[in-house]
């Protein structure tokens, strides 16, 4: 019996630090589908509570870093993976416990950018021996490839727009600024900054010219921490963009997840919308 299980290895748990928006349902799934234990600590305010019900999870303030490394250990994670939506609020909101403190203290990290803040957020797990994973690594397959995924392909024009928004957002990086920017007609219409794409998107509606629409693009900072923080769309992106006039979507491939893969193409097929995968470089 004993050489029968030689080299059966149970896969290590998991502890999902959930935020917002549908990715981390979707992680939550695939994790469990392929065998693994998953525990949720669900961010306050940030993530969804409808689909955590009757699953192993805990409620934890954004600030508590030491409560949640506690609840980790506790519940026997091994591997962390963040995921979803999270509103960074200001200092105040953040109401850090002492672990919280001191890690903004050492770090510097409540002045710098989110990938500052992630960044020393990382190291923090790593130093209790948590081994930190990207939704990437759990979800290789919503990986968005570097090609165009709907029957609607950019134009020659698009493609100029889609340039362009790459030059802007690789000098925007340097300073950790946003991961979108949308430019219409070789005009920007919008960068993203704290309020997230959503709102980018919502905001740029107002700013639209007459004629060809705008497109978005979206890809990771210079120094981002794509295991931290990767960027994503999702059908709900659809139909941001179709209501702001918008005619595609431009994501990096190979560093930005497509959240429901069938219904987000087949949404954008049918608002004749494309989207496209940027090689790297």
């Not at 961010?43 to 009757?54: S, T």
Request: hydrophobic share 40%.
């Amino acid at each position: 019996m004993a050489s029968a299980n030689r080299g059966c290895r149970m896969p290590r748990k998991l502890g999902l630090i959930a935020g917002g928006g549908i990715l981390p349902r979707r992680l939550y799934e695939s994790a469990c589908y392929s065998g693994r234990d998953v525990f949720i600590l669900a961010l306050q305010e940030q993530a969804h509570p409808d689909w955590l019900h009757n699953l192993p999870h805990h409620w934890v303030r954004l600030g508590a870093v030491g409560e949640a490394i506690e609840q980790l250990k506790a519940n026997g994670c091994q591997d962390v993976v963040m995921a979803g939506q999270v509103k960074r609020p200001g200092l105040l909101e953040l109401r850090p416990d002492w672990r919280g403190a001191r890690l903004l203290a050492r770090t510097g990290a409540g002045l710098l950018g989110d990938d500052g803040l992630l960044r020393a957020i990382r190291q923090e797990l790593e130093s209790e021996g948590f081994t930190v994973l990207g939704p990437q690594d759990v979800l290789g397959d919503l990986l968005m490839p570097a090609e165009t995924l709907t029957q609607r392909v950019p134009t020659a024009e698009e493609l100029q727009d889609i340039d362009r928004g790459l030059a802007i957002l690789r000098h925007m990086g340097q300073l950790d600024i946003g991961q979108s920017v949308i430019v219409q007609q070789g005009l920007v219409l919008g960068v993203e900054a704290i309020e997230g794409t959503a709102a980018l998107i919502q905001r740029c509606a107002a700013y639209a010219r007459p004629g060809r629409g705008g497109v978005l693009v979206k890809i990771s900072k210079p120094e981002q921490d794509k295991q931290l923080d990767t960027p994503a769309i999702g059908p709900d992106t659809i139909a941001q963009c179709q209501q702001a006039g918008l005619v595609g979507i431009a994501l990096e491939a190979g560093g930005a997840l497509l959240l429901e893969r069938e219904q987000t193409l087949k949404r954008a097929d049918a608002a004749n919308l494309f989207i496209t995968g940027l090689a790297p470089g």
